[in-house]
């Protein structure tokens, strides 16, 4: 079985740090099958599957290209969230605050994926970092107390773009393969 990659924004290890602690904090209260090892924390840009080498490559010429034209900005955190049916969400997850630098950057790399033929994701992005997958509480999640838990609102700023591959068996999963620098670092 081959491994899958994905192009992803990196959080630094203070914040990976933070989110850590705040793990330990909510993980009694909302259960949850699997939560995410602090070093797998990010913020997803693009998923890419199978790679080849030589798509590989061609997608690391591209993204240098994409890294030069966005300098590093500034990227909030909101509020807590989940995907899926309310009754038993898949997955669980931090938001961050609408940026228009975001969308620009996720807009770009999705452009050059593109040229190198991989056939990515058409929902609507939805910037956020996943903390859990799988509920197996009773009852539901309530939507309702999620605000009273969503106490982190700083601010990091996004240096990089990160080529992960994903290693199913490891913990921590994901492994970077490949960091393009945007303007300023």
Not at 12 to 21: N, T
Not at 41 to 56: C, R, Y
Not at 135 to 155: A, F, H, M, Q
Request: proline share 6%; hydrophobic share 35%; glycine share 4%.
């Amino acid at each position: 079985m081959k491994n899958h990659f994905f192009l992803a924004i990196p959080l630094p290890g203070s914040w990976k740090e933070e989110f850590s602690f705040y793990i330990q904090k909510i993980n009694s209260k909302f259960p949850f099958a699997r939560w995410v090892h602090p070093d797998d924390l990010h913020i997803t840009l693009a998923f890419l599957g199978s790679v080849d080498e030589d798509q590989k490559e061609k997608l690391k010429v591209l993204l240098r290209k994409v890294a030069k034209e966005h300098a590093t900005f500034p990227l909030s955190f909101s509020e807590l969230g989940t995907f899926g049916n309310q009754h038993s969400p898949r997955i669980f997850w931090y938001g961050t605050e609408e940026s228009y630098a975001l969308h620009e950057l996720r807009k770009d790399v999705y452009q050059a994926c593109e040229k190198v033929g991989f056939q990515l994701d058409t929902r609507p992005f939805h910037p956020h970092i996943t903390l859990a997958r799988k509920w197996v509480g009773p009852g539901s999640i309530s939507r309702d107390t999620l605000p009273e838990y969503s106490t982190i609102k700083n601010t990091f700023n996004v240096r990089s773009i990160i080529l992960y591959e994903t290693h199913i068996n490891k913990i921590p999963k994901y492994e970077a393969k490949a960091e393009f620098p945007l303007i300023g670092e």
